[in-house]
C-alpha cells in the first residue's frame, strides 16, 4: 500500500503539513491547559477571598447567636451566579443559617459534590476554640464553560493554522519541484528520443546544478552519436571500398585463370596429339623403352588436359549468373547415373535415387555438382562388387539437405574439409586418377545458392557428401511418386 502520493511536490507538501500538525497540535494543547489552568487558580482565588470576607460576619453570628444578622449576607452572595447554596454550622454540627432556611436546625448535610457543582468550606474558630463551619456550593459551569472556551478556540486555531500550512505547503512543495519537473519532462523527452531537448533549468541551487549537469550530458551525448554516427558511415564506405576492391582482384584472378587455362589448351592438344602420331606410326621403329616413355608422355598430357577442363569449367561456373527453377533433382540423378552406367558398362553398381526430391536452383549448375558427386562416387567405389550409390533427401539441424552415400574408399574424417579446397586429393593419382577440383566446383555452386556442404567418411569404409541450397530450396513433391527412380 501508497501511504504518500507519487509525486515529489505532494510528498513535500504532506512531509510539512505533518510536521507541523503535529508541533501546533502539541504547542495549542500546551497553551489551552495553561490557560485552563490559570483561570481555574484564578476562581480559586475568587472563591478563597469570598469566604475569607464571609468568614467575619460568620464567626460574630456564632458567637452572638444572632444568626438573623448572618441572613443578609447569604442573600447577598446567593446573586452571584456561581454561587448555588450556603451553610452555616456551629460548633455541634447543627445549620444554624442557610440559604435554603428549611435546612435550618438540621444536621449539616454530607457535602458532596456533584458533577455540576462542588463545596468550599472554611473552618470557623478563636482563641477558646473551633466555633462552626461555612460552606459554600459553587457553581461548576463557569468553570466547564471556560474549559469549553480554551478548548474550542484551540481547535479553531490548530484548524485555521492547520489549513493556512497546507497551502504554504503545497505552494512551497510546488516552487520547488517546479524546476525538477522541468529536467524530469527533458529526460523523459530525450529518451523519447527528442534528442534536441534540454531543460534550460539554472540555479545556484542543487536543482539548478542537476539541470545544468543534465544539459551538459545531453549534449555530450549528442555530440558522441555524432561521432559514431560518422565513424560507422566511413566504416561503412572503406568496407564498401575495400568489398569493391577484392570483387575486382578477385574477378582479374579468375579471368587470368580463365585465360591461362584456355592458351593451354591449344599446346596441350599439340603435344597430345603428335604423341599419339608418334606412337601410332612410328611405334614399331622405337625401342621398348622409348614406346613406354612416349605413353607415360600421352597419360601425362591427358591428366594435364583434363585439369585444364575442370579448371575452365570452374571459372566459367564462378562467372555464370544464377538463375532459380524447379527442378526434379531425381530425375536429374538418375539421367546421370544412367550416362555413367553406359560410359562404364561392365562395372557392376547398385544405385538408388529417392524418388521425387525437388529443388529450387538453377538447372545447369545443379547437374555440374550432381554430376561432380555421383562421378566421385562411382569412382571411388571402384573394386567394390557390388558398388553401392545411393541418394536421398535427408534432415540435419531442422534443415532439408540431398546426401549422395558411397560405399567406396572413404577417407580420413581428419581431412574432410580440406576436400573442398582446389587440387586437394587424399588419394594418389595412380589409384584414382583425378584434378582436385571437382568438389571446389561443388563448393563454389552451393555457396552461390546460399547453401552449405559437407562430407563425412572413414577410410575403407565409404563416404557421405551432404548439401542444402538456401532456405526451403529442397523439398519432396510426393512422397509416393513414381519418378525419379535412378
Ligand atoms: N566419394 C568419395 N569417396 C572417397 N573420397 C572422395 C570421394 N569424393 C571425393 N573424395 C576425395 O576428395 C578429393 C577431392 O575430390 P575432387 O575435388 O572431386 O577431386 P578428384 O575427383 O579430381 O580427385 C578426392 O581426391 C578424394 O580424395
Ligand atoms: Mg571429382
Redesign the pocket.
Known sequence: MRLLPRSLRYRIAATIFALEAVVLTAVIWQATGFARDATARQIEEMERVTLGLLGGPAREALLTEEYDRFQPYVEQLLRDPHVVRVLLADESGRVVAASDARLVGEVMPALTADGDSYWRTVALANAAGPLGTLAVEFSAGPLARIHAQARNLGIGIGLSGMAVIAVVGVTFGMLLTRRLERVAAAAEAMSRGERGRRSGVRGDDEVGALGAAFDDMAERLEADRRALEEARAALEARVRARTAQLERTNRELESFVSAVSHDLRAPLRAVQGFSEALIEDHAAALPDEAREYLERMRAAAERMSQLVEDLLLLSRVSRSQLERTPVDLSRMAGELLAELRAADPEREVEARVAPGIEADADPRLLRVLLE?LLR??W??TRGRAPARIEVSLEREDGEACVCVR?N????DPRYAHK?FQPF????SAQE?E???????TVQRIVHMHGGRVWAE?REGEG?R?CFTLGPQALRLRDPSGREGRG
Not at 567406396?408 to 577417407?411: P, V
Open positions: 561432380n566421385n562416387a569412382k571411388f558411397d567406396g574408399a572413404g577417407f576436400l586437394q586429393r587424399l588419394h584414382f583425378g584434378s582436385g577440383v571437382g568438389l571446389s567418411g563416404a557428401f
